[in-house]
């Protein structure tokens, strides 16, 4: 069973750009969430899907967007990109909304000049 | 959800036990504790998890006291592979699964 794939896997960006992030989840997964994770401040939550409805949304400002497929499949879009905007972006996901184990994919990590 | 602390870090040498804390003193009831490590440059990586008995896959084994205040994550014979971040996360069951607070970890080095 392939695992959770993440595109593109690393990308270099300038300030005032924006970026669209794409995830794959586990065949049959239909919840698939997002992370940041930076130096600074560790793994945070951005936001989760679950049969196209945003379900769940962390701290983060407003330039910071996603949509889930029919599929499955889901994207992220960051938009007005800054220079804290670089980091590792993980998705995640799991078959259903009643389990907390989650399948997290490599990550794509994203630097922003 | 409760708050969990955790050594920054600890070094285990191969093939011998590693035993890695976690105290959460303000766990509800109803709060899991889940167990995830992430291998550097990597994706974090489920481990285990329990409510109130002791668990254990082919991974590792969680022991939780009686008053569940703490925990230890046990890998039984640690391999250099073994080195990595470990997380211990407290979660409320129900639809929120998807949303892990994650702390500073524990960073393990096995030595050879």
């Known amino acids: 069973k392939a695992g959770v794939t993440q595109t593109p896997r690393y990308l270099i960006k300038t300030r005032g750009q924006q970026v669209t992030l794409s995830c794959s989840p586990i065949s049959g997964h239909r919840s698939v969430s997002w992370y940041q994770q930076t130096p600074g401040q560790g793994l945070q939550f951005l936001f989760e899907?679950?049969?196209?409805?945003?379900?769940n949304k962390g701290n983060f400002p407003g330039r910071f967007s996603g949509r889930q497929f029919s599929n499955s499949r889901s994207e992220m879009n960051v938009s007005t990109l800054e220079l804290g905007d670089s980091a590792l972006y993980l998705c995640?996901?799991?078959?259903?909304?009643?389990?907390?184990?989650?399948?997290f994919g490599e990550g794509s990590r994203l630097t922003v000049l | 959800d409760a708050k969990t602390t955790q050594p920054p870090s600890m070094d285990c040498a191969e093939g011998r036990a590693a035993n890695l804390p976690c105290n959460h003193s303000t766990i509800s009831g109803n709060e899991y504790v889940y167990w995830y490590r992430q291998i550097h440059s990597q994706g974090p990586q489920y481990i285990i998890h329990?409510?109130?008995n002791n668990e254990t896959n082919e991974m590792a084994s969680l022991i939780i006291t009686e008053d569940r205040k703490s925990s230890t994550l046990i890998l039984p014979h640690a391999t250099l592979r073994d080195t990595a971040v470990y997380y211990c996360i407290v979660r409320v069951g129900g639809d929120s699964w998807g949303k892990l607070q994650f702390g500073a970890g524990t960073q393990v080095v096995v030595t050879p």
């Open positions: 899907y679950f049969s196209e409805t945003q379900r």
């Open positions: 995640a996901s799991r078959p259903g909304l009643n389990t907390g184990e989650l399948f």
């Open positions: 329990g409510l109130k």
